[in-house]
C-alpha cells in the first residue's frame, strides 16, 4: 500500500492449499499510520487476492497480546481455533 510514494502497508498470502485454504502470512503497517483504516484496507485486499486464487477461506495468526489486529479480525467475522505458547529464555 503507497501513500506518496511511500510503503506504508504490506500483506503477503499463500495458497490455496488442495483444500481450499488460503493463508495471509503477513499484514503490516507504518506505525505512523496507525488509526487509519490501513489494516481494514489490507486485510480486504487480501481476502479479494485470495478469493481471485480460489481459496474458499483463509486462515491467519496473530500474537494474543495484539489487541488492535484481534478487534480487526473480530470486526470481520474471524474466530479464534487456537492459543500458541511461545516459550523463551535468555542465553
Wanted: glycine share 12%; with cysteine.
Amino acid at each position: 500500500l503507497l501513500e506518496h510514494g511511500k510503503v506504508v502497508g504490506v500483506i503477503r498470502t499463500g495458497g490455496p492449499d488442495r483444500h481450499g485454504v488460503g493463508t495471509v502470512q503477513m499484514i503490516a503497517r507504518d506505525p505512523a499510520a496507525r488509526g487509519r483504516g490501513l489494516g481494514e484496507i489490507l486485510l480486504s485486499e487480501a481476502e479479494r487476492i485470495l478469493a481471485e486464487a480460489g481459496s474458499t477461506c483463509f486462515e491467519l495468526e496473530v500474537f494474543a497480546e495484539n489487541e488492535s489486529a484481534l478487534a480487526l479480525y473480530e470486526r470481520h467475522g474471524f474466530e479464534r481455533t487456537s492459543v500458541e505458547t511461545t516459550w523463551s529464555r535468555s542465553l
